[in-house]
Structure formats: C-alpha cells, structure tokens
C-alpha cells in the first residue's frame, strides 16, 4: 500500500438546503477543495447531513481531479460518518486516466488551528 498526504483548503461551503423535522436537522451541502502536496489537484463534494441534539451523521461523494504520485486522472471518494465512526474509501472501479483501478482509503485530519491534512492509502495496478 502506498501512501500521499496534502493539505486541503475548503473553496466552497454552500448549504444547497435545510430542513427541520421532528427535532433533526437535514442538509444537502456543496463543497469545493484544492489539494496541495503529494495530492495535487481539485475536488468537489455533495453531502447530506442529519443533526439532533444527541448525534450527528454524514454521507458524501467526492470527486477528486488530481495527480497522485506522478499520475493525473481522477476518482470518487465515499464518506460517511456517524456514531460508528469515520470512513472514506475509494468506490471500485471510479478511477480514470492513470488512476484507472485505484483502491484504497483515506483519512482527514484537522489541526487546532483549522488546517486540514489528507492522508490517502492507495494500491494502482
């Protein structure tokens, strides 16, 4: 397994919508990120998040436009999150160009002062 790691800045946050029903709150969120490091490129992200005052959860997909360990192409990120805990994993068969056949997970990492650090554990053929 081979690994990269980036820092990332947040482009774009922008609630697309919200509701509130039964004391849970639903949103749909986009996102837009810039990786810089052994991770180079652009990725965007549509999120759906449930809130309450007990617990909180996610689910995404994000699109990452971008070269890794000299190769351009791109592939999709699945997230989720909830009281089970973090994942993100590389959906099979989403990779193009020379990441054609990527696998592998990732994790992300916030410092206290609000930098973000991607970490991605990857397999290419």
């Known amino acids: 397994m081979q690994t990269a790691t980036a820092a990332f800045n947040l482009d774009k946050w922008?609630?697309?919508?919200e509701e509130k029903a039964d004391g849970t709150e639903f949103a749909r969120v986009a996102i837009a990120k810039t990786f810089t490091g052994e991770v180079e490129g652009t990725s965007t992200v549509e999120m759906l998040t449930a809130v309450n005052e007990i617990g909180r959860a996610y689910v995404a997909f994000e699109r990452l436009s971008v070269a890794v360990g000299g190769r351009k192409g791109s592939f999709?990120?699945?997230?989720?999150?909830?009281?089970?805990?973090?994942?993100?994993?590389i959906l099979p068969g989403s990779g193009t160009g020379d990441l054609t056949g990527i696998?592998?997970?990732?994790?992300i990492e916030?410092?206290?002062e609000g930098n973000h650090t991607f970490k991605l554990s990857y397999e290419l053929p």
Do not use: C, I
């Not at 999709?76 to 994993?89: D, I, K, Q, Y």
């Not at 696998?103 to 994790?107: E, P």
């Open 14 to 17: 922008e609630p697309q919508s």
């Open 76 to 89: 999709v990120l699945h997230h989720s999150a909830g009281e089970a805990g973090f994942t993100l994993t």
């Open 103 to 107: 696998t592998g997970t990732a994790a």
């Open 110 to 112: 916030q410092d206290a």
